[in-house]
Nanobody
Framework: QVQLVESGGGLVQPGGSLRLSCAAS????????MGWYRQAPGKQREFVAK???????NIADSVKGRFAVSRDNAKLTVSLQMNNLGPQDTAVYYC????????????????WGQGTQVTVSS
């Protein structure tokens, strides 16, 4: 079983920055993709950013130039650096892991963290 635990959310003023972190645990050998999604009140969950274990990244157009994703493959962590935050970024942010290779072989499940609240308000 794989568990994802996020940290780093909170309240920030418009124009401010936050850094989210997510750590995976379990009998994991490798994780192909780790990334972030978010869900604002009354809206569907949307993709934010992801990075493969080889360093390829994909960033949503809505946050490109403001957000950056990074990983530490050895520590099984993924981070999201969020700069120049605006009220439109207010949401619950979820860590996601896909393409997990456990010590017993490939795990085709998609894993999610519990979510961390980010609120951008003055």
């Amino acid at each position: 079983q794989v568990q994802l635990v996020e940290s780093g959310g909170g309240l920030v003023q418009p124009g401010g920055s936050l850094r989210l972190s997510c750590a995976a645990s379990g009998s994991i050998f490798q994780i192909d993709e780790m990334g972030w999604y978010r869900q604002a009140p009354g809206k569907q969950r949307e993709f934010v950013a992801k990075m493969t274990n080889t360093g390829n990244t994909n960033i949503a157009d809505s946050v490109k130039g403001r957000f950056a994703v990074s990983r530490d493959n050895a520590k099984l962590t993924v981070s999201l650096q969020m700069n120049n935050l605006g009220p439109q970024d207010t949401a619950v942010y979820y860590c996601n892991a896909g393409g997990v290779w456990t010590l017993s072989g490939p795990d085709y499940s998609d894993y999610w963290g519990q979510g961390t609240q980010v609120t951008v308000s003055s």
